[in-house]
């Protein structure tokens, strides 16, 4: 399945599916891009990052695609698993000032079995 | 890795009352931390940066003398929330910018404030 939007919209997948998850951010000037996950009453937990340098990187079960042409940024979870179940935001790091990110709004994944 | 903790993980006070919401680094040394709010459903906005020794700065709109931000040592940064209403009701969340090998941000596990 495939998830767009900013207003928290939820992406429904069937555990052992694959998943992405899109993003689009707003400064050109960001150089820096993290995805993070948030389980309900928890702070964010880093899932992968990547630079402006680089168009793709991956990680455990995981991959992230940049795509500064258009300003898009999407995650892959390969084989969903229900602890995967939370809500996923991608932050860029500001232009204006290392250190501040400023966060997507944010998608929830629910995993059915 | 780096962990940062944040103390209390949730609380209730009364309108009108004052409340301190810690931030440590525990493995390392946060020379920065930033403070965010986080409301239901939505995504998280950064407040404020504390910066260690120095005044903290403030995101347009957000009042600094309600939010008062301390950063007196180089692992503890706290949030004041004073003179608490309802509408101050909300997920507030720390991170801390980790140096050397393991850059990145890390973040707190929230504190969760209730107003009453």
């Known amino acids: 399945g495939e998830s767009v939007g900013l207003h928290l919209p939820t992406l429904s997948v069937q555990e052992g599916d694959n998943s992405i998850i899109n993003c689009a951010y707003s400064?050109?000037?960001?150089?820096?891009f993290i995805w993070y996950k948030q389980e309900s009453g928890k702070g964010p937990q880093f899932i992968i990052d990547?630079?402006?340098?680089?168009d793709k990187r991956q990680g455990q079960r995981v991959t992230v695609l940049l795509n500064k042409t258009v300003k898009h940024l999407s995650l892959q979870i390969a084989a969903t698993q229900p602890g995967d179940s939370a809500v996923y935001f991608c932050?860029?790091?500001?232009?204006?000032?290392?250190?501040?990110?400023?966060f997507g709004a944010g998608t929830q994944v629910v995993v059915t079995p | 890795g780096a962990v940062v903790s944040q103390h209390p993980s949730r609380v209730i006070c009364k309108s009108g009352t004052s409340v301190k919401i810690e931030c440590r680094s525990l493995?390392?040394?946060?020379?920065?931390m930033f403070w965010y709010r986080q409301f239901p459903k939505q995504s998280l906005m950064l407040m404020a940066t504390?910066?260690?020794?120095?005044?903290?700065?403030?995101e347009q709109g957000v009042e600094k003398d309600k939010f008062l931000i301390n950063h007196a040592s180089l692992t503890l940064s706290t949030l004041t929330v004073t003179s608490a209403h309802p509408e101050d009701s909300s997920f507030y969340i720390c991170?801390?910018?980790?140096?050397?090998?393991?850059?990145?941000?890390?973040f707190g596990s929230g504190t969760r404030l209730t107003v009453v």
């Open positions: 400064n050109s000037a960001s150089d820096y």
């Open positions: 504390s910066n260690e020794g120095s005044k903290a700065t403030y």
């Open positions: 991170s801390a910018i980790t140096g050397g090998l393991d850059y990145g941000y890390t």
């Open positions: 990547i630079r402006s340098n680089m």
């Open positions: 932050a860029e790091n500001r232009g204006d000032s290392w250190g501040k990110l400023q």
């Open positions: 493995d390392f040394q946060a020379t920065t």
